[in-house]
């Protein structure tokens, strides 16, 4: 069965960091690219950060260059995002993201999210 939990969100201040987390299984994590993707009240879906099966890390959204950084362990099957500087505008529903992409078709997976709120 197929997984992707992320975990991590919460309250916090402007300022301050959070390290989220999004673990993998049921599926080769290592044959897998890994996005982050936020979706904001009344917004739509954005993508945050990319991340390639071989760890380069390829997209960040303009807005978070800077202070969030993606990375993975293929070891434990999962992804991570380490926010800084949080700004109230960051709050948001996190989705982790798998994407295999084959010669013919793609396979996607979404993980249920994880709410961050930065607020005061």
């Known amino acids: 069965q197929v997984q992707l939990v992320e975990s991590g969100g919460g309250l916090v201040q402007p300022g301050g960091s959070l390290k989220l987390s999004c673990a993998a299984s049921?599926?080769?994590?290592?044959?897998?690219?890994m996005r982050w993707y936020r979706q904001a009240p009344g917004k739509e879906r954005e993508l945050v950060a990319a991340?390639?099966?071989?760890?380069?890390?390829?997209n960040y959204v303009d807005s978070v260059k800077g202070r969030f950084t993606v990375s993975r362990d293929n070891a434990k099957s999962t992804v991570y995002l380490q926010m800084n500087s949080l700004k109230p505008e960051d709050t948001a529903v996190y989705y982790c993201?798998?994407?295999?992409?084959?010669?013919?078709?793609?396979?996607?997976?979404w993980g249920e999210g994880t709410l961050v709120t930065v607020s005061s």
């Open positions: 993201n798998a994407r295999f992409r084959g010669p013919i078709s793609s396979v996607d997976y």
């Open positions: 991340i390639t099966r071989a760890g380069i890390v390829t």
């Open positions: 049921g599926f080769a994590f290592t044959n897998y690219d």
